[in-house]
């Protein structure tokens, strides 16, 4: 953007290269902000491997968001095809160059051009300088100078009049983007890359084991840091994309809303509602564990929620999944025919991972479901590297998140190369259940537990997870003396636990019989002695009467006695 | 410059084999005056049905420049007679031009 973007740090005054940024998602994040201001740079590939593109990623960009007014001069298509062909992206190329903001210099050069003796480019630098003039251009992309070279006989007069060309936009100040073909030893086919040395990226359309996966590399960059790697890049329907991690920003609303697993026993499992809404989910296992079958359930929950559903499948055909979701229960064909449920079903080796994404993404875009199921993540890692697969991965589950769907996502665990990538996701991921095979006592058996859950209270158990043909539960296991039982032992355990539930209950009936019995006895015996103490109570009355009227005798006598033996006048004696 | 035309063939020639040129030169560079001076010639030799030349100097139209389609100097356009041919580079490769032109060598005999 501007050339005086100079900063000071005091006693070691440092200066920062000016740059500008492309606006490419992920681009500007590994050159640190973008091109070098005022300096050309060269982007080179094979044909088709978005070089135009990302010549007019960066010139429109300029325009609509950093204010540089920009120049195309492009020899590949004419005026018309370039324009179309970036309509699709929202780049309105006709507009702009209406508001004096871009100039499209489109020629088709002649191939049947007469060569009659010695010349120069002086005039593609004169309408060079004119059009960079008419609009103020801050930005140049010339697209692609192969083309000079097919044109024009003489190869050393032409690599000649470039050098002299991007001696004079380097002097003019212009931040440009020149693209090229690649060469079969050399980064380009004429060698032009000895006169840009400034910056180098470098595109490339690689097939690996039959997908094809673009790639973008920095391959120099004077006087700046940038990432070294090969990072893949994606054309989708929003344009160039290139995919490194860092880019992927934290600044999503998140929903305290739960929803349903579908499985009762599984929400139990997960603090007793179900995973929060908009969250990453990835239920895990080897081959055979019902990875689909806890999907399909989480659909199913959310169909009858009367929300909407996107399923990808990669490994199984939408009649093979009804048919085998039947097996349990869930009736998958009756949700597509209201509408709520859709299926989109591929071979993920038939295209390379950017498109995946990209139609995934565009599918997403267009059912706008609250649920979005991909059936396994894992098998689009085959015949990529865990980085492609982890950026892409990072890339979805980001872009699910933003826009508030739930995302579940089965992973085949022991894939090669598939456990890297997932361990690189898992960062994102909210909820992670892992199914498992418990093996005992002759038999094979489905647990499943929870690895992690983000933000909620989960169980630490290991449950069995049981698939049957009126559904899928998910019931506590037993743990026993010998471990946790599952299967038939849990069976055993479970009845023998009842059995011995029972006795203790007959137990204690009798106890509070004999309690009763024995209260009454007492109480019969109480009333007894009660009975006992009122007759004594009235004997002992009786008896202290007597006594009392035998004393009251006593005295009587004893007054008597006493009169007769005292001397008394006579005429007291009564 | 002078622009040729014999009577005589004239007459025959309908006004579209006329041939018209417009040649693009980068000023007043000794290659360009050169390369005026070596057109000039040829076609005051060879184009017997007479020419018109128009000259532009990139520097001085550089719309014309755009609007062309140019890159190299000298560019030599040949508009009519049909089909529309361009020749790059400072003549002196005097049978190709004649050649693209539509000239033939033989016309400066009947001169």
């Given at each position: 953007?501007?050339?005086?973007?100079?900063?000071?740090?005091?006693?070691?005054?440092?200066?920062?290269?000016?740059?500008?940024?492309?606006?490419?998602?992920g681009?500007?994040?590994?050159?640190?902000?973008?091109?070098?201001t005022?300096?050309?740079?060269?982007?080179?590939?094979?044909?088709?491997?978005?070089?135009?593109?990302?010549?007019?990623?960066?010139?429109?960009?300029?325009?609509?968001?950093?204010?540089?007014?920009?120049?195309?001069?492009?020899?590949?298509?004419?005026?018309?095809?370039?324009?179309a062909d970036?309509?699709?992206?929202?780049?309105?190329l006709?507009?702009?160059?209406?508001d004096?903001?871009?100039?499209?210099d489109?020629?088709?050069?002649?191939?049947?051009?007469v060569?009659?003796?010695d010349?120069?480019?002086?005039?593609?630098?004169?309408?060079?300088?004119?059009?960079?003039?008419?609009?103020?251009?801050?930005?140049?992309?010339i697209?692609?100078?192969?083309a000079?070279?097919?044109?024009f006989?003489?190869?050393?007069?032409?690599?000649?009049?470039?050098?002299?060309?991007?001696?004079?936009?380097k002097?003019q100040?212009?931040?440009?983007v020149?693209?090229?073909?690649?060469?079969?030893?050399?980064?380009?086919?004429?060698g032009?890359?000895?006169?840009?040395?400034?910056?180098?990226?470098?595109?490339?359309?690689?097939?690996?084991q039959?997908v094809?996966?673009?790639?973008?590399?920095?391959?120099?960059?004077r006087?700046?840091?940038?990432?070294?790697?090969?990072y893949?890049?994606?054309?989708g329907p929003?344009?160039?994309?290139?995919?490194?991690?860092?880019?992927?920003?934290?600044?999503?609303?998140?929903s305290?809303?739960?929803?349903?697993?579908?499985?009762?026993?599984?929400?139990?499992?997960?603090?007793?509602?179900?995973?929060?809404?908009?969250?990453?989910?990835?239920?895990s296992?080897t081959?055979?564990?019902?990875?689909?079958?806890?999907?399909?359930?989480f659909?199913?929950?959310?169909?009858?929620?009367?929300?909407?559903?996107?399923?990808?499948s990669?490994?199984?055909?939408?009649?093979e999944?009804?048919?085998?979701?039947?097996s349990?229960?869930?009736?998958?064909?009756?949700?597509?025919?209201?509408?709520?449920?859709?299926?989109?079903?591929?071979?993920?080796?038939?295209?390379?991972?950017?498109?995946?994404?990209?139609?995934?993404?565009?599918?997403?875009?267009?059912?706008?479901?609250?649920l979005?199921?991909?059936?396994?993540?894992?098998?689009?890692?085959?015949?990529?590297?865990?980085?492609?697969?982890?950026?892409?991965?990072?890339?979805?589950?980001?872009?699910?998140?933003?826009?508030?769907?739930?995302?579940?996502?089965?992973?085949?665990?022991g894939?090669?190369?598939?456990?890297?990538?997932?361990?690189?996701?898992?960062?994102?991921?909210?909820?992670?259940l892992?199914v498992?095979?418990?093996?005992?006592?002759?038999?094979?058996?489905?647990?499943?537990?929870?690895?992690?859950?983000?933000?909620?209270?989960?169980?630490?158990?290991?449950?069995?997870?049981?698939?049957?043909?009126?559904?899928?539960?998910v019931?506590?296991?037993?743990?026993?003396?010998?471990?946790?039982?599952?299967?038939?032992?849990?069976?055993?355990?479970?009845?023998?636990?009842?059995?011995?539930?029972?006795?203790?209950?007959?137990?204690?009936?009798?106890?509070?019989t004999?309690?009763?019995?024995?209260?009454?006895?007492?109480?019969?015996h109480?009333?007894?002695?009660?009975?006992?103490?009122?007759?004594?109570?009235?004997?002992?009355?009786?008896?202290?009467e007597?006594?009392?009227?035998?004393?009251?005798?006593?005295?009587?006598d004893?007054?008597?006695q006493?009169?007769?033996?005292?001397?008394?006048?006579?005429?007291?004696?009564? | 410059?002078?622009?040729?035309?014999?009577?005589?063939t004239?007459?025959g020639?309908?006004d579209?084999?006329?041939?018209?040129?417009?040649?693009?030169?980068?000023?007043?560079?000794?290659?360009s005056?050169?390369?005026?001076?070596?057109?000039?010639?040829?076609?005051?030799?060879?184009?017997?049905?007479g020419?018109?030349?128009?000259?532009?100097?990139?520097?001085?139209?550089?719309e014309?420049?755009?609007?062309?389609?140019?890159?190299?100097?000298?560019?030599?356009i040949?508009?009519?007679?049909?089909?529309?041919?361009?020749?790059?580079?400072?003549f002196?490769?005097?049978?190709r031009v004649?050649?693209t032109?539509?000239?033939?060598?033989?016309?400066?005999?009947?001169?």
């Open positions: 953007m501007t050339n005086t973007d100079v900063e000071d740090l005091g006693e070691r005054p440092r200066v920062q290269l000016p740059k500008s940024p492309t606006g490419i998602d681009f500007d994040e590994i050159t640190d902000g973008g091109l070098p005022g300096r050309p740079t060269l982007v080179c590939g094979p044909a088709g491997a978005g070089k135009s593109l990302f010549a007019l990623h960066f010139l429109v960009n300029g325009v609509n968001r950093y204010g540089d007014p920009g120049v195309l001069l492009t020899f590949e298509q004419d005026r018309a095809d370039v324009v970036v309509s699709s992206l929202g780049f309105d006709d507009g702009l160059e209406r004096g903001q871009l100039l499209v489109a020629l088709t050069l002649e191939p049947q051009v060569d009659t003796g010349f120069d480019l002086e005039a593609l630098m004169v309408r060079l300088a004119f059009s960079v003039k008419k609009v103020g251009a801050k930005r140049v992309a697209d692609n100078v192969e000079l070279f097919a044109t006989s003489q190869p050393s007069l032409i690599r000649s009049e470039l050098r002299r060309l991007f001696r004079w936009l002097n100040g212009l931040t440009t020149i693209t090229a073909e690649r060469g079969d030893n050399l980064l380009t086919r004429h032009i890359e000895e006169y840009l040395s400034d910056c180098v990226v470098v595109l490339d359309d690689r097939v690996v039959d094809a996966t673009r790639r973008l590399r920095v391959v120099k960059y006087g700046s840091t940038h990432g070294r790697n090969e893949p890049f994606l054309i929003d344009g160039l994309e290139v995919l490194p991690i860092t880019s992927l920003g934290l600044n999503q609303e998140v305290h809303e739960r929803v349903s697993t579908g499985v009762a026993g599984l929400d139990e499992m997960l603090g007793g509602h179900g995973v929060f809404q908009g969250s990453a989910v990835l239920v296992g081959s055979g564990t019902g990875k689909t079958t806890i999907a399909a359930r659909a199913d929950a959310a169909c009858r929620r009367g929300e909407k559903v996107l399923f990808f990669f490994e199984e055909s939408s009649s999944i009804y048919r085998n979701m039947a349990v229960g869930l009736d998958m064909a009756g949700w597509v025919q209201q509408g709520l449920l859709r299926f989109h079903c591929e071979r993920p080796t038939t295209r390379g991972l950017e498109d995946h994404l990209a139609t995934m993404q565009a599918l997403i875009r267009e059912f706008v479901p609250t979005v199921v991909i059936d396994p993540v894992s098998s689009l890692a085959r015949g990529a590297t865990a980085f492609d697969v982890s950026a892409m991965l990072m890339r979805q589950v980001y872009y699910l998140k933003a826009s508030g769907i739930t995302a579940v996502m089965t992973v085949l665990n894939e090669a190369g598939v456990e890297q990538a997932i361990v690189r996701i898992s960062s994102l991921v909210d909820t992670s892992e498992v095979m418990l093996t005992a006592f002759g038999e094979r058996n489905r647990g499943v537990y929870v690895l992690k859950s983000r933000g909620m209270a989960h169980s630490n158990q290991v449950r069995e997870f049981l698939l049957s043909d009126t559904g899928v539960d019931v506590p296991v037993v743990i026993g003396a010998e471990g946790v039982l599952t299967g038939s032992a849990r069976i055993a355990a479970q009845s023998a636990e009842r059995a011995a539930s029972e006795g203790l209950s007959r137990e204690s009936e009798r106890l509070a004999a309690l009763e019995h024995r209260r009454e006895s007492v109480d019969a109480v009333d007894t002695l009660r009975a006992d103490f009122a007759a004594e109570e009235q004997l002992t009355r009786q008896l202290i007597a006594s009392e009227q035998q004393q009251q005798a006593v005295q009587r004893r007054l008597a006493g009169l007769r033996r005292t001397v008394i006048p006579p005429e007291d004696v009564p | 410059m002078s622009t040729p035309s014999e009577p005589g004239d007459e020639a309908p579209t084999q006329r041939l018209q040129l417009t040649l693009f030169v980068s000023g007043a560079s000794p290659r005056v050169q390369a005026v001076r070596r057109l000039r010639d040829l076609c005051d030799r060879h184009a017997a049905s020419y018109d030349l128009e000259i532009v100097d990139i520097y001085q139209q550089p014309d420049v755009l609007a062309r389609g140019v890159l190299a100097v000298p560019t030599l040949k508009e009519l007679p049909l089909p529309v041919q361009v020749l790059i580079g400072d002196t490769d005097e049978p004649l050649a032109l539509g000239l033939s060598p033989a016309e400066t005999a009947d001169g």
